[in-house]
């Protein structure tokens, strides 16, 4: 396709994204992406070929969309986002496809071939997304001639090649950082005028001045401190002597220190930049102690570190090299100085390439690390000593490993590899997490499980999360991490308790021991069917990409650490709202027993509604939760305020009426389970003995379409108690809910009111196994939901094997 050509189609497109409400400013191909300006330059939307190493906001088959967002009013930007996409993703078939040749690296690639003063680092930060960094020589020239240098031996730009290349860089890089490096980037001209057309765009997150900054010795420049400014300055060594050394010049060092001096006392934001290596790594403790007190009186920079990476146009840098494992404890005795001088010090894994490889360093320096890169194939091979960096065939094993390019090429052949050493999967987890969510630039998968993140294997084999994860309260003033019916005991909360006070009691602190221990807990019934089906081991703990993320990981953090004591709150509570029902089930003493005089007070929904703003889920049941006038008021208030759905309501569905749900703005619950209990007008009646099939049906009609009007976004589950009333309507009840596109679940019974459990029979759990199998085949599109019902055939052949014929739950 010619450029015409192109331009014609892009024109199209953005003409029918305008007329359809997208503020399309303009689109561009490039290297495989296609680019939307949206507004003003509010936002931009970034159209690729799938990447696997490539989080993304949303993706089909054919494409990866990422997005931007450059001002502020982020949830207008974000619904303009999601119609574009929506857009998109309907025209994908139609739209030419020769623009989607390349991709990320082919872009890094042709930006430094046509600019070769330039070059690209792209890196993973603490957030898990994906940042350039563009490095801009200004200038070969340099003032000093440190042997291990790594500037590239190129021309210095002329003043139109940099122009375009800067624009390049900003256009086809947005958001990174861009670097002013050389040589001794202050000795160009119009390097001032460089630095304030850049800083003066809005599409570049920052600005770093790498400089030696003798050049300010006399006074600082002339540019004013800026939140996204940062100097770069290299500080060898504050011995004389030792700087001549390594800068090959005389008598510098103190104008060095001048020049820091001025940058800082300009209110300049500076990280001191040490590069280690045979001469001067016994100096950086020394340096680290004394710096302070030559600036006294300055806001201290960051002391950063930097190892060689003998570049092969410096053959000679690699005398410079020391062994890594000489050099860490060095580096430790530095960061124990300068933490006792006061000193701000970088993590020692802090740079993309210039970092000593994280399996030399301490885990909790590993826990630290910043900007790891993201590697290309030419530059590092597992014992290819062609590449610039080597890795041993054991990095394979690595948490790091994709994060990780080994030691450089000359580091190797002179000292080996042999002490490059894996680091257990597990304890990368974190870092993992947040690359695969893409937490912060609306990038990557929705959920994942940490037995998918790090694999099953290496995490301890806790059985059940609950106890980290969920507080239930009961009925009868009983608590626990889960139903009642499935703790071997009942515990009555002490007078004056509440859901805070309960988290902290002794009661969690053994189950977690009992949990860790990896035997069968004490505390749990062999009928639970959390347990029998593992649905809630630590492999299975999901992490979702959504604003309640980090109570995730600081819940799986202790997971994995085996704590006993936590400080997190639980992520969900489960809560009965009162014991009285307007059905008399077969099998639920709550419409004979129950009562509305214990339901939960105004106050009581009022503190729980600041559990929910801190991301707490709520599961409501009962007796019918939808009877109580307190709860149903605050429900009624629920829907009317801007919060994320948190709350999983259990009910029998004869209060989810048409007048009702038409009553409220939106239905604020995220899951609604119907206890139907039956496939059929008659089984209904015999088992619920509430109101009528045909009642509930449109009921059911009125709950799907608030879902298919948008009241209500969140998932509708049949559930079914099995009895002996209703056995022969298991397969049918499977079948029910996947007609009418709904979740699932089965329930064996708890105790044996009206002599209706199917506990007591060989036959009966026989029958039940079957249909339960039968069931679970029928839902194997929705996983969770078939392996539940596999779960309770399990229960029910256990059972029969060791000849079980009694009620399961506590008295």
């Not at 509708?716 to 709904?742: C, G, P, Q, T």
């Amino acid at each position: 396709m010619n450029d015409s050509a192109k331009t014609s189609w892009l024109s199209r497109l953005a003409e029918l994204m305008r007329r359809a409400g997208v503020p399309v400013g303009s689109i561009f191909a490039k290297h495989g992406v296609l680019t939307f300006e949206l507004g003003d330059n509010g936002a931009s939307i970034y159209m690729s070929r799938p990447d696997s190493t490539e989080p993304c906001y949303k993706s089909t088959k054919n494409f990866a969309y990422r997005y931007k967002i450059f001002q502020e009013n982020t949830g207008d930007w974000m619904s303009l986002i999601n119609l574009a996409i929506a857009i998109l993703t309907r025209l994908e078939e139609k739209l030419p496809t020769d623009w989607t040749a390349g991709g990320p690296e082919m872009a890094v690639r042709e930006f430094s071939r046509r600019f070769p003063f330039a070059s690209v680092d792209m890196a993973h930060d603490s957030t898990g997304a994906t940042k350039a960094q563009i490095l801009l020589r200004l200038t070969p020239v340099c003032n000093q001639n440190c042997p291990f240098c790594s500037a590239p031996d190129c021309a210095e730009p002329a003043d139109a090649e940099l122009q375009t290349g800067i624009q390049a860089a900003i256009t086809e890089f947005p958001g990174s950082l861009i670097t002013l490096t050389g040589g001794e980037p202050t000795l160009r001209k119009d390097w001032v005028d460089v630095l304030r057309q850049i800083l003066a765009s809005r599409e570049v997150e920052g600005v770093q001045v790498q400089t030696n900054a003798v050049s300010f010795a006399k006074s600082a420049p002339a540019i004013q401190p800026d939140p996204r400014l940062l100097w770069f300055v290299s500080l060898h060594s504050i011995d004389e002597h030792l700087y001549d050394e390594i800068t090959q010049t005389k008598g510098q060092m103190p104008l060095a220190i001048k020049g820091l001096k001025n940058l800082l006392g300009a209110g300049h934001r500076v990280i001191v930049n040490v590069v280690v290596g045979s001469r001067n790594a016994a100096h950086l403790a020394v340096l680290a102690r004394n710096l302070p007190e030559l600036l006294m009186g300055l806001p201290l920079p960051e002391l950063h570190v930097s190892v060689l990476m003998c570049p092969p146009h410096r053959p000679e840098s690699d005398q410079w090299l020391i062994p890594y494992e000489e050099l860490v404890p060095l580096l430790e005795l530095a960061v124990e100085t300068a933490a006792r001088s006061g000193l701000p010090m970088a993590p020692l894994v802090s740079s993309t390439h210039a970092s000593i490889p994280p399996c030399f360093v301490t885990p909790d320096q590993r826990a630290m690390m910043v900007n790891r890169p993201k590697i290309s194939k030419e530059e590092t091979g597992y014992e290819d000593f062609s590449k610039p960096w080597v890795k041993s065939l054991t990095c394979k094993n690595c948490a790091q490993d994709d994060t990780c390019l080994g030691v450089p090429a000359p580091y190797a052949r002179r000292f080996g590899i042999q002490n490059l050493h894996p680091i257990p999967l597990i304890e990368g987890w974190r870092r993992r997490a947040l690359e695969v969510l893409g937490r912060g630039q609306g990038q990557g998968r929705g959920q994942i499980s940490l037995g998918e993140l790090v694999g099953a294997d290496n995490l301890p084999a806790i059985l059940c999360t609950r106890p980290w994860t969920r507080l239930e309260l009961h009925d009868e003033n009983t608590f626990g991490p889960c139903c009642a019916d499935y703790m071997s005991s009942r515990h009555f909360a002490p007078e004056n308790s509440n859901p805070s006070t309960l988290w902290k009691d002794n009661l969690f602190k053994e189950y977690r021991k009992e949990m860790v221990s990896s035997q069968h807990p004490p505390g749990c019934r062999s009928t639970c069917p959390i347990l029998v089906s593992g649905q809630e081991t630590l492999a299975r703990f999901v992490l979702t990409a959504d604003s309640n993320l980090e109570r995730q990981l600081e819940v799986a953090q202790a997971m994995i650490n085996g704590k006993i004591e936590v400080d997190h709150a639980p992520l969900s509570i489960g809560i009965p709202v009162t014991s009285f029902c307007n059905y008399n089930c077969l099998m639920c003493d709550c419409g004979e027993k129950g009562t509305l005089d214990d339901q939960r007070s105004p106050e009581f929904w009022n503190d729980i509604e600041k559990w929910i703003k801190n991301g707490t889920t709520v599961d409501i049941n009962g007796g019918e939760p939808l009877t109580s006038p307190y709860f149903r008021q605050w429900i009624e208030r629920l829907a009317t305020l801007d919060l994320k759905p948190s709350i999983g309501l259990v009910t029998n569905g004869s209060l989810l009426t048409l007048k009702w749900i038409e009553s409220l703005p939106k239905l604020p619950f995220k899951s609604i389970t119907v206890s139907l209990n039956a496939a059929s007008p008659k089984t209904f009646e015999m088992v619920n003995r509430g109101v009528s099939w045909t009642t509930i049906r449109k009921n059911l009609e009125a709950l799907q379409a608030a879902k298919s009007q948008g009241k209500f976004d969140g998932e509708i589950v049949y559930s079914m108690v099995i009895l002996l009333a209703n056995l022969h309507e298991i397969e049918d009840f499977a079948r029910l809910a996947l007609k009418d596109n709904v979740s699932c679940r089965f329930l064996l019974p708890q105790h044996n009111r009206n002599s209706q459990s199917i506990m007591t029979s060989a036959a009966a759990m026989s029958a039940a196994e079957n249909s339960l199998r039968a069931a679970a085949d029928m839902l194997k599109k929705l996983p969770r939901w078939s392996q539940d019902a596999t779960a309770s055939a399990d229960i029910l052949a256990k059972r029969l094997e060791i000849g079980e014929l009694s009620p399961i739950g506590n008295g």
